[in-house]
Structures are given as C-alpha cells and as structure tokens.
C-alpha cells in the first residue's frame, strides 16, 4: 500500500493570512489529486497534477507536484472563512492500481 | 456534471443484518470506489472496480463485498453487520488521471 503524509493535521488560522499544506510520500505516483471536504458531505475535487514539476493555479490556491512525483503542496493565499474544510491528497499509482488518500489537513479559518 | 448518486444519506440497521449500499454515475465512467471514513483513520479503501463484473480488494475488504453487474452502478454489500462497521461510506467515480467524483456519503450506524 502506497502512504500519503499529509501536514499538519490541523491548521487555525485568521483571515487574511497565508498558509501551506504539504502531501509526501516514499512513492511515485502517475497523478496527485487534491479535495477539499465539508462535514457531512463527500470529498470535491480541487485540481489533478500528473507531471513532475506541475503547477497549477485555482484563484488564490496554487498546487504544485514534485519535480519527482513523490509529492505535492496547496498554498492559499489571503485565507478566507469560506476556505474552511477538511483538504485531502490523493496519489494514483500505475495500471490498475488504486487511489490512495492522506489523513487530511484541518483547515479553519476565523473572521 | 458528474453525478454521483449513493442510495442513502442515513441508514440505521441491527447487528446481524445483510446491508446494501447502492452508488450510481451517469458518466460512463470505468472506475468506481468504495471507501469507509472514520475520524482519525482517513479514507480507508474496501473495493474498487474498473469494469463491468471486475472488482479488485482494497485496504479493508473482510466483511464487505461488492457487484457490479452495470457500468454504472457498484453496490457494497455488508454481509452480516457489525457494529465495527458503523461509519461514514463514500462511493465515487472517474477515469484515472482526470479526478474522481464523490457521493455525498452514506452515515451507516449499526446497533
């Protein structure tokens, strides 16, 4: 089973402010996929990276992949409340193999 | 969009009973997942299919089993419920590389 680290676990922060999730792993994987969660409801899809080096912008998020596929970060910039949920990574490995999740990063955002 | 449909929002069962989990898409898409979540443990993989009448073993796979007799839809079927499955379900869909659509999970409580 391929591992994803994710971290931190938990992040409070204020408005405004910048913040950085890290995703890591011993593994290579084929694309790196990032959620974003709300409680009761199941993960939404944020971006899909699938080479080394990647980065991608959604507004004030910016995803990067590994030059080495092994891992991935989510910078948010000016944080806002609306931004507050549970964000996932997910690494797909090769063939036919599955898709597998870190624990998650806790993202709160206070007004 | 991508739709992803799972059966049941909230279901409560008796210890002992066989349990069906229904999760349908309308992409004509070859993968689909089922994953258990539980606070602390993560999105935790029982089985996963990438085709019609295939289904492979994930993480946590005793005590589950799966069909998918249609392209569309893939039923988690618990065989005898226990209380250690009492837990948040989520069916999702996609093509690898492109990101994965979630239901918006079923909250399973066995007593």
């Known amino acids: 089973t391929q591992l994803l680290e994710q971290s931190p676990q938990f992040l409070s922060i204020q408005e405004g402010e910048n913040l950085t999730v890290y995703c890591n792993s011993s593994?290579?994987?084929?694309?790196l996929q990032w959620y974003r969660q709300e409680p009761g409801e199941g993960p939404v899809l944020l971006v899909t990276?699938?080479?080394?080096?990647e980065v991608k912008k959604l507004k004030r998020l910016t995803f990067q992949f590994g030059d080495a596929r092994k891992d991935s970060s989510l910078h948010i910039t000016a944080a806002q409340p609306g931004d507050t949920g549970l964000y996932l990574c997910?690494?797909?490995?090769?063939?036919?193999?599955?898709?597998?999740f870190g624990k998650g990063t806790m993202l709160l955002v206070s007004p | 969009d991508v739709k992803v449909t799972q059966s049941s929002r909230y279901l409560v069962k008796r210890t002992g009973e066989k349990v069906f989990l229904e999760c349908v898409q309308d992409?004509?898409?070859?993968?689909m997942f089922w994953y258990r979540q539980d606070p602390g443990l993560g999105l935790r993989l029982i089985y996963f299919?990438?085709?019609?009448?295939?289904?492979e073993k994930g993480d946590i796979p005793e005590g589950y089993s799966v069909s998918r007799e249609k392209k569309e839809r893939f039923s988690l079927i618990l065989e005898s419920a226990s209380t250690n499955q009492t837990s948040m379900y989520l069916c999702?869909?996609?093509?690898?590389?492109?990101?994965?659509?979630f239901g918006s999970g079923t909250r399973l409580t066995v007593v």
């Open positions: 990276v699938v080479t080394g080096g």
């Open positions: 999702a869909s996609g093509r690898r590389g492109y990101g994965y659509t």
């Open positions: 992409m004509d898409h070859e993968n």
């Open positions: 593994s290579v994987f084929s694309s």
């Open positions: 299919s990438y085709d019609v009448k295939m289904k």
């Open positions: 997910a690494g797909e490995g090769s063939g036919y193999s599955t898709l597998t």
